[in-house]
């Protein structure tokens, strides 16, 4: 080997290989994060978060992590979770101080949606168009498609008892929530309940939280994907390119409608997004119709069929909760509408501690420091890193909620400020979930009229059906891990 001045090639080699590794292991243990708690491989590496991920286990991880290390802790060489109540409402504060991070990008890749956009001037146009429809007041005039829809799950419910011994509820509520939120964006149901047949579409809704968790954590082989096939991470781009398929046939057939009938078409969560600024000439373009309305039909299903799916099996594990709110429901009128079951304190104590307990999205919301930095549960982070508070953590702080893991309905009979500012099953601030209302409607609703028709409902065990079953399974969205949930009445 040649030698140079004495050195030999190899040893120059080795020499700035060295001189590499020392300036990386300077930069990691100088780094701002680096006095950050947490445990020594994420100064170094994103393996253990992907992984985390990946396999639908990163709440439960970072949730022991800050039991170990409190309630700041660096999850991630460029990621840090936080648990303090102060840090948190800084981080999602209305004045989007803290924008969203392009995890949300990954997440959805191509075109922005209301969910999705990092574009702050994108989302207050869009959330001003959608939010009046989709409010407590604009719900009013579709609280008869919402009952429809739940009056028909509970009677397929039935069925499935009388023929099978049990019933699926699990099944049952995603059709249902798929159908409402079908009805109310594009005019017409996905007619799940109807036809009662598991299409390509609900094996697609089952797979978003799966499919989003890939796109997200590996965001460059998922653009790959677009060109050449790769095992198991083109499942992701695969059912994304669905989903928008269906959102744009479905979409495309209400868009006609509208046109062709003006003011007299029916009114939808979408209608006003047709007829943005129209007298200044102005209208939305329909690929961001699309988008929006491939936000709704995701997100609008597989949230709310998860909470109702964890709040039968809950309440059914416990007689004398169940026993309560049974009684409670007795006291509705026969004919009951949603105004009279929101009436219903404990029934609301049920959603509540549901909600709390098994938040249909528990993973942590990633948030950009701003350039300036900011100083969060006493350490200062600087801009650009990527800070994210998690449900599943918050939900079972000891110090706010006493014996965090046990459903207590109960405890919200008198909640504390604490509480209540630490309850984010919907987000946070002004990127909070629109769909809350109608999430909340359907809650009410279906557990209502499950408990009138079902006040003996428990967890079954046919078919080995038992509580590991419900071992949640923890991508972006919560769901059983079987994907099931076996209720009999008897």
Known sequence: MEVLGGVKGYQLFAIAIGIALLSYIYTV?????????????????????????????????????????????????????????????????????????????????????????????????????????????????????????????????????????????????????????????????????????????????KMVGFAGGLRATFPFLTYITNYIRLPVISVGTEVRNRLREYANQSLGRHYKLVEEQGDDAKLTLLSKLYRANEKDGETLPFHELREDAMAYITAGSDTTTNTLTYLFWAVGRDPAIRQRLVAEIRTLPDNFEDPDVKKLTYLDNVIQETLRLYSAAPAGLPRLVPPEGATLAGYFIPGGITVSAQAYSMHRNPDVYPNPLKFDPSRWENPTKAMKDSFVPFGAGSRVCLGLHLARMELRLMTARFFTRFPNAKPSTLEGFTDDDMDPKMFFLMQPKNQRCLIEAR
């Open 29 to 205: 243990l100088t780094h701002p994060l680096a006095k950050i708690p947490g445990p020594w491989y994420t100064k170094w590496t994103m393996a253990p978060f992907k992984y985390q991920v990946i396999t639908g286990k990163r709440p439960k991880w970072v949730h022991a992590l800050h039991e170990k290390y409190g309630p700041i802790v660096r999850i991630s060489p460029i990621e840090v979770s936080i648990q303090d109540l102060k840090a948190v409402q800084q981080m999602y504060h209305v004045k989007n101080e803290f924008r969203k991070s392009s995890w949300y990008a990954d997440f959805n890749p191509g075109l922005p949606n209301v969910f999705s956009t990092t574009d702050l001037d994108y989302h207050r146009r869009h959330r001003r168009l959608l939010a009046a429809e989709i409010s407590e007041s604009g719900l009013v005039a579709h609280r008869p498609t919402v009952d429809s829809k739940v009056r028909l799950a509970v009677e397929r419910i039935a069925e499935e008892m009388e023929e099978r011994g049990a019933a699926d509820v699990y099944r049952w509520t995603l059709y249902m929530a798929t159908d409402v939120i079908g009805e109310l964006s594009f005019g017409s149901s996905f007619r799940m309940l109807e036809t009662k047949e598991e299409t390509q579409y609900i094996r697609d809704l």
